[in-house]
């Protein structure tokens, strides 16, 4: 039972076009929402969160929209930069279970030059 | 100041083997928790310590135990290991201060093959 998905494996994006990374949740107790980047042979590294009581936050190139209605978040990345090509996860926080992350399995995002 | 490091970067076992996995918290912070990165996979939760004591667990059997010592290092013991259990283990450190979630910092990892 997968509460967290993202379910396109890959997505392929032309610098400087926006990057739309999306994820789907189970769990209606979830209270946090991150998404993580991950580069090969490095742990994940956080980018940035969105608490369940909004629906946007943003940081610098980079906009979580979170629409709880349709248990929906997304991250846009604007403009999209070589160096964003890595693996994107989504991930939740809370839900009334353990204190761990509930990952989705990842989007791998390369950046077209 | 020092990040997540864990050790060692690779390791090969084989089936029915018992292995110890480490990891050295983020300076000033005090709980520890561990994932289990299969392949193709997110990242799953194994447990977490807080004060040397287990403060949650995933859905994990026993035979995967941990240790977080007063200097808040931690450790992942896993036993009579299995071919599935070949993945990356991922250890991530906080600081908790009662908010309702303390952002978690990730070390690069430790490789386990199960031949």
């Known amino acids: 039972d997968q509460q967290v998905k993202q379910n396109s494996p890959s997505l392929s994006v032309q610098e400087g076009r926006i990057s739309i990374l999306n994820c789907d949740y189970t769990?209606?107790?979830?209270?946090?929402f991150l998404w993580y980047k991950k580069y090969p042979a490095e742990g994940p590294t956080f980018l940035i969160s969105?608490?369940?009581?909004?629906d946007k936050n943003e940081d610098g190139r980079f906009t979580v929209f979170l629409n709880k209605s349709a248990k929906h978040l997304s991250l846009h990345i604007v403009p999209s930069q070589p160096g964003d090509s890595a693996v994107y996860f989504c991930?939740?926080?809370?839900?009334?279970?353990?204190?761990?992350?509930?990952f989705g399995k990842g989007t791998h995002l390369i950046i077209q030059p | 100041e020092t990040g997540v490091t864990q050790s060692p970067t690779h390791l090969i076992k084989t089936r029915g083997q018992q292995v110890t996995l480490r990891c050295s918290s983020q300076?000033?912070?005090?709980?520890v928790s561990w994932y289990q990165q299969a392949l193709g996979q997110g990242p799953q939760f194994i447990f977490q310590?807080?004060?040397?004591?287990?403060?949650g667990r995933g859905n994990f059997p026993p035979r995967f135990s941990g240790l977080q010592f007063p200097n808040y290092s931690s450790e992942l013991n896993v036993n009579a290991l299995e071919l599935d259990d070949s993945a990356l283990y991922l250890c991530?450190?906080?600081?908790?201060?009662?908010?309702?979630?303390?952002?978690?910092?990730f070390g690069p990892g430790t490789r386990l093959t199960v031949l």
């Open positions: 310590y807080y004060r040397e004591e287990e403060n």
């Open positions: 991930a939740s926080w809370g839900g009334g279970g353990a204190d761990g992350l509930t």
């Open positions: 769990n209606s107790m979830f209270d946090y």
């Open positions: 300076s000033g912070h005090n709980t």
């Open positions: 991530a450190s906080s600081l908790d201060i009662g908010l309702s979630y303390n952002e978690q910092f």
């Open positions: 969105i608490s369940s009581i909004k």
